[in-house]
């Protein structure tokens, strides 16, 4: 079976609103929860896009009561290490490399903003794709969250008391395998002829897309051979063109 989902970076109080609702509007008109990952006290200068909406938190409710699944997406997005993590994609992270005390007090400081909120999320995702063990020590010990979103293989697979939903794509492709795949955009950062392909991309695979709420998590197992050979394959690659 293949599954495509959606997963949306960066929205915050000072994200480029219209963009994110066209994107959101798009997603409705398919019928598509996707996943949306919620900066909850950004200190990042390129996500401060226009002035603070104090509506914000009145979307992020709206979003979560029509099925979107919610992710903690960092604490402030800044980068404070350049450690790459167990999901080496850059060598810089808001989290790999800090101390256990310290991912605890941003994961703490994070979901407290949520739940003044009334948002509860059940997903996290780093800056940067990049965390550690310790971040997921943090996330148990602060938070109910017990799924991630992130690292490459096939379809989604149970590491400890983790379930792991892959996202390997930051952009449509069409993808010939079997499998869970994840796309994530960046709306903040889309130019319309990005969100018009985003549209038609859409419509003409429309069968194979599902919502995050919608995905059967309940007889996950651990990582498949094929997707350990599939994650070496793809850090290789990275490796030999130099993308790190
Ligand atoms: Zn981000």
Redesign the pocket.
């Known amino acids: 079976m293949k599954q495509y989902l959606i997963r949306l970076?960066?929205a915050c109080p000072t994200m480029n609103f219209s963009r994110w609702r066209v994107i959101e509007e798009i997603l409705d008109k398919y019928h598509i929860a996707p996943l949306v990952?919620i900066?909850p006290s950004c200190e990042d200068q390129k996500?401060m896009i226009g002035a603070e909406d104090p509506s914000f938190w009145e979307r992020v409710f709206s979003w979560s009561n029509k099925g979107w699944a919610i992710a903690l997406?960092?604490y402030n997005?800044v980068y404070s290490s350049t450690a790459a993590g167990i999901n080496p994609l850059w060598n810089r992270s808001e989290f790999a490399g800090l101390s256990l005390d310290e991912q605890r007090e941003k994961i703490r400081r994070g979901i407290d903003i949520m739940k003044k909120n009334h948002i509860d999320p059940q997903y996290f995702f780093a800056?940067?794709h990049t965390f550690d063990n310790n971040t997921l020590i943090a996330l148990k010990k602060e938070s109910n969250i017990r799924i991630i979103s992130d690292t490459i293989a096939f379809e989604a697979y149970r590491k400890d008391d983790f379930i792991i939903i892959p996202c390997q794509l930051g952009h449509f492709r069409a993808i010939p395998f079997a499998g869970t795949w994840t796309f994530c955009f960046?709306p903040n950062m889309m130019s319309e002829t990005d969100i018009k392909t985003f549209d038609e991309f859409i419509y003409n695979n429309r069968d194979f897309f599902y919502s995050f709420d919608k995905i059967d998590l309940c007889n996950v197992k651990g990582k498949s051979l094929s997707s350990k050979l599939l994650s070496f394959m793809y850090f290789t690659y990275r490796k030999v063109r130099g993308l790190k």
């Open positions: 970076d960066d990952g900066v996500l997406h960092g997005h800056p940067s960046h």
